[in-house]
């Protein structure tokens, strides 16, 4: 696509569920990320895929947070058992490197925990 | 530790003033990048200016100017002859390093409102 797709584009989830969000990246994007967008905490960064490296996952709030990116592609953010804290708008962006270029960012997915 | 202070919460003008946003940041690291972001109500975040620690000069685009003073750890952001489309939640952020864009610091955000 011509963009950076996240979906769904709204999630509402009891709590204590679990949640799959994804992030269709730009193709040819190496560099994927993801970020979240709170009242409380404002723009936080989550996590950073880089081609095959490993994962840069000091963001991640806490261990029932956790990504994967398939094929160097498509990217799938999972938060497990979600509290109420997890409300977010969670965004994710790529990049065609990791530094030093432009990165285009997703509209996001609303999540509210109920 | 890195921080992004941006005090201006919300600016009201009306269209054809000029406005500018403040943004203040805090790093130990002598290497870094500072950017500018706007995400209008649809959402997405649009990047607007990247300018790193070792490049002082100020950048005009079009409407849109930028103030790099290390001296004062300021990156301010200056729109001549605001337009309504210019209103929009506009970020200030930092990265450390040579990381480029792997991890951003935010500042808050500044949400501006255009009156025709």
């Known amino acids: 696509g011509a963009g950076v797709s996240q979906s769904p584009s709204n999630k509402v989830t009891e709590k204590g569920k679990d949640v799959e969000l994804r992030c269709d990246p730009i193709?040819?994007?190496?560099?994927l990320y993801w970020y979240r967008q709170s009242l409380g905490q404002g723009l936080e960064f989550l996590i950073y895929?880089?081609?095959?490296?490993?994962?840069?996952k000091s963001g991640l709030p806490s261990d029932r947070f956790s990504a994967e990116r398939t094929g160097g592609s498509v990217s799938t953010l999972t938060i497990q058992r979600t509290q109420q804290e997890d409300s977010a708008v969670y965004l994710c962006?790529?990049?065609?490197?990791?530094?030093?270029?432009?990165?285009?960012f997703g509209q996001g997915t609303r999540l509210t925990v109920v | 530790a890195q921080k992004v202070t941006q005090a201006q919460t919300e600016i009201s003008v009306v269209e054809k003033e000029d406005v500018t946003l403040d943004c203040v940041y805090e790093?130990?690291?002598?290497?870094?990048?500072l950017f500018w972001y706007k995400q209008p109500p649809s959402g997405e975040l649009v990047f607007l200016i990247r300018?790193?620690?070792?490049?002082?000069q100020n950048e005009i685009s079009g409407r849109y100017s930028w103030n790099f003073q290390k001296s004062t750890s300021s990156f301010n952001f200056t729109i001549t002859a605001s337009q309504v489309v210019d209103s929009a939640v506009y970020f200030c952020?930092?990265?450390?390093?040579?990381?480029?864009?792997?991890?951003?610091?935010f500042g808050t955000g500044t949400r501006l409102l255009v009156s025709p």
């Open positions: 952020a930092l990265s450390k390093g040579n990381t480029g864009f792997q991890k951003l610091v």
């Open positions: 962006a790529s990049s065609l490197l990791a530094g030093g270029t432009e990165a285009f």
């Open positions: 193709s040819g994007h190496t560099a």
């Open positions: 300018r790193n620690s070792f490049d002082e």
């Open positions: 790093t130990r690291d002598t290497t870094y990048y």
């Open positions: 895929f880089q081609g095959n490296s490993a994962p840069d």
